[in-house]
């Protein structure tokens, strides 16, 4: 072989070994990248985070895993909500954000952790993760006396796959996504735009082909600078939705997990009591 060939041709070979090598990483830790669960931080801490303004729930998803959930209850409640966090962190690190959302909406809320969340036992996947918000919907549904097509399911992130979800196989009041995606492909095609994502992920949550299967009340939220699912991931969603009654709420300059303004509460309970 030409001596001027030889080095391109290894290094050629040592890039695609590498290149190889890190496909084969990210798919090993797919799950981990996906579900990143925090510990229960214990009842000081818990309290401290608010928790104790809401009441412990323990709902049992299909598999008869157990789940840790908060519960906040509204003297009056126009709607009950089911709440679906995002892929880290757990509820109990949300205690005041529950509260301030049950009174911001008029509504008793019901938060609940996934699978290997905080105290819910089980480890987490697509449709563990999946099954579990449908359990969470039918206990708020039990605890309201309603039926569970009148919950009012609602998702930030990754929960707004399990609220699409949710509203696609048992109906919903309204629907009600944050900074959410049309698939979990998607993001990360955009994330690593060098890996072939799209055919090598098992986690898919894919809610462009499952909210077409819902065609209720729509609000959907999204900050316009999300550094982590871009806003036009979130458009795809909406534009795929088949509801009549629906409307996207653009955060100017926001960020994926900051918090929205309060024109924001107020604009989706005028929906909501309309819809």
Excluded at 46 to 56: I, K, M, P, V
Excluded at 97 to 102: F, G, K, N
Excluded at 217 to 226: M, Y
Aim: with cysteine; hydrophobic share 45%.
């Amino acid at each position: 072989m030409n001596a001027k060939l030889r080095w391109p041709l290894r290094a050629g070979a040592v890039l695609l070994a590498v290149y190889a090598g890190v496909i084969v990483l990210m798919k090993a830790n797919e799950d981990r990248m996906v579900f990143v669960p925090s510990p229960y931080p214990g009842d000081e801490a818990a309290r401290a985070l608010g928790s104790d303004t809401c009441e412990a729930v323990k709902v049992t998803s299909r598999d008869g895993s157990s789940l840790d959930a908060l519960l906040a209850r509204h003297p009056a409640p126009e709607r009950h909500v089911a709440f679906f966090h995002g892929n880290g962190g757990n509820v109990h690190y949300m205690g005041r954000a529950i509260r301030s959302l049950s009174e911001s909406l008029s509504a008793t809320v019901l938060a609940v952790d996934y699978r290997g969340y905080g105290r819910s036992a089980g480890v987490p996947g697509e449709q563990g993760v999946l099954e579990d918000g449908e359990a969470a919907a039918a206990r708020l549904a039990d605890l309201a006396g309603v039926p569970r097509r009148e919950i009012v399911v609602m998702g930030h992130s990754l929960g707004g796959a399990v609220a699409v979800h949710v509203a696609a196989t048992g109906g919903a009041k309204a629907l009600v996504l944050e900074n959410t995606f049309v698939d979990l492909p998607d993001v990360a095609s955009r994330t690593y735009p060098w890996l072939p994502v799209r055919a090598l992920m098992k986690n898919r949550f894919d809610s462009g082909e499952k909210i077409l299967r819902y065609d209720g009340p729509l609000f959907q939220r999204h900050a316009t600078h999300d550094s982590l699912v871009p806003l036009a991931s979130g458009r795809a969603l909406f534009e795929r939705s088949p509801s009549k009654n629906k409307r996207f709420f653009e955060v100017d300059r926001g960020d994926h997990n900051d918090g929205a303004p309060d024109a924001y509460y107020v604009a989706l309970l005028a929906f909501l009591r309309g819809s």
